[in-house]
């Protein structure tokens, strides 16, 4: 069993800075990829940024320059700092996984944290 556990979300000011945290536990042999996806009201799930198990990090346009996601392998933990935003960076955010575990592979989501930016 695998559990992706978030924390670090909240309501921020235009211009400010929140830092998202996902930890993975469980049953895991490796992380495969890891990054986080957000859902603002009436739209659909989008990916803001990922990183792959060899270092390589992918950002959805809207949050280059802005957004830097890192990763602690000891931890098996990713961290999404997320600087200058906007308000329309305001939607829930899910961490998301990859993970092979003993002879499979499967995807997991965590629960979801919600970021709010008042303009």
């Known amino acids: 069993q695998v559990q992706l556990v978030e924390s670090g979300g909240g309501l921020v000011q235009a211009g400010g800075s929140l830092r998202l945290s996902c930890a993975a536990s469980?049953?895991?042999?490796?992380?495969?990829?890891m990054g986080w996806y957000r859902q603002a009201p009436g739209k659909q799930r989008e990916l803001v940024a990922v990183?792959?198990?060899?270092?390589?990090?992918n950002y959805a346009d809207s949050v280059k320059g802005r957004f830097t996601l890192s990763r602690d392998n000891a931890k098996n933990t990713v961290y999404l700092q997320m600087n200058s935003l906007k308000p329309e960076d305001t939607a829930v955010y899910y961490c998301?996984?990859?993970?092979?575990?003993?002879?499979?592979?499967?995807?997991?989501w965590g629960q979801g944290t919600q970021v709010t930016v008042s303009s």
């Open positions: 469980g049953s895991i042999s490796s992380i495969n990829a």
């Open positions: 998301n996984a990859i993970i092979t575990y003993g002879l499979r592979v499967g995807g997991y």
């Open positions: 990183i792959t198990s060899g270092s390589s990090t």
